[in-house]
């Protein structure tokens, strides 16, 4: 998914850095000056707009402006609305903003951080703090892109239907191209990372031709670009698919005219007059477009399908998973809505006359409960499998350095109340590369959080994560490094998920 402009080029459509004698509060963009905040330590500026969109049309960059504008406090949240476990609202559709967060004494020619936050129908970039990332020498920009429908909405004759959150990812990733000099980043080595549906972007982005240059490094942090779904893997009666993140443009447009007739629309015209409110109010229609579309300008074939035959963009990655992805979804599902999965039915929907197989390579007496068991099946099948092919296939063209985020008692940092072991989970080593209150470390915790910062900043700025005073972490094909506190060592990926059983 993934030649290099020169130096040049990159240098020539950026920005000049801000005169030393100047207000370091206040950098100049290509479209008007920003004032953000500063201490000792860093400078933030938030709420920057990068670029306009009208409703599922591709962002254009951002007007210029005249004097100096706020950059104190974030940007509009994409619309959505939110969940148990995130209350966000918004039914803002103009929420192109971005963030910046850089070391508090100038320099240049800093490595780029641009993060992609992850579930796809919630969030914003201003909720991760990257004070974490800053502090060791590297520039992060966090981002908003458009969510949900409004991110992945297809319909008949609407050109690049199903990809426009995508198009907004690589927006951004252009205003960084003219704009890093400004906040002292070098343009030419811009590392883009994300997590989940972020990292899943990103497979998208290696295959995309419109994202070719725009980055020279990539982190993929439990993303999905490669994963199918087994029967009720993701909830109770959700059918299986081939694809968990990818669907043909004609399948998207499809479901989007159905949705349409839902809204009381016959053509894109009445859609796009729709009240915001209107579309939320839709029963799930922003998780259903929670999936790119490929056969378009944006992504002209399966990401999936271009990474199995080595079209992508040729840059070093960074890319793995948690060591229990899957408690997350099992916990969240059943525990936390007081109720117990049952083990044996769900592995034979699910897996057919494979099933027998299965309950005794995951005996449910081998686990504390039967979610514990499910669990651990689907995140052998469906994570590990996934990472492990995606992993493999990139290293056969670029570096590659692989990864699993092992520490089972990372602290669970969104409202889940259940009598759950929720071990490694999806998501669990965001506090360790954010800044995050709620959060709380154990002085060893604290220690792995410093190390794995360490690790990311190193990949930012040289595309080996390698770095003085830190364990040794080899190329895929060599091992995969296990992140615990105490415990960063090499471990055979494939071999602790089982994964010669599942091939």
Known sequence: MRTLLTAAVLLAGSVTPSHPAAD???VRTDAGA?????????????????ATAVRWDAPRPAKAWQGVRD?????????????DYAPTRSENEDCLYLNVTTPAKKATKRPVMVWIHGDGALGAGHFSDARKLAAKGTVVVTINYRLGVFGGFGYPGLRNSGTFGLQDQQEALRWVRRNAAAFGGDPGNVTVFGVSYGAMAIGGQLTSPGARGLFQRAIMQSGEAMMDMPANSMGPGIPASPSFAWRPEAEVAAMGRQYAQRLGCSDLACLRALPVKKILAVPYIMNVFQVYAYGNDVLPSSPAEALREGRFHRVPVLAGATRDEHRMFVGMNYDVQGESPDYPKLVREAFGDKADQILRKYPEKRYKSPSLA???VLTDRMWARATHEQNTLLARHVPVYGYEFADRRAPMFLPLEADFDWGAYHAADLPYLFADPKARFTPAQEELSDRMTAYWAAFARTGNPNTSGLPAWPRVGRGTLSLAPHAIRTVDYAAEHRLAFWN
């Open 71 to 83: 950059a104190t406090k974030p940007g509009a949240m994409c619309p959505q609305v939110g969940s």
């Open 374 to 376: 499910w669990a651990a």
């Open 24 to 26: 370091p509060a206040v």
């Open 34 to 50: 920003v004032r953000g905040e500063v201490t000792g330590a860093y400078r933030l500026f938030r709420g920057i707009r990068y």
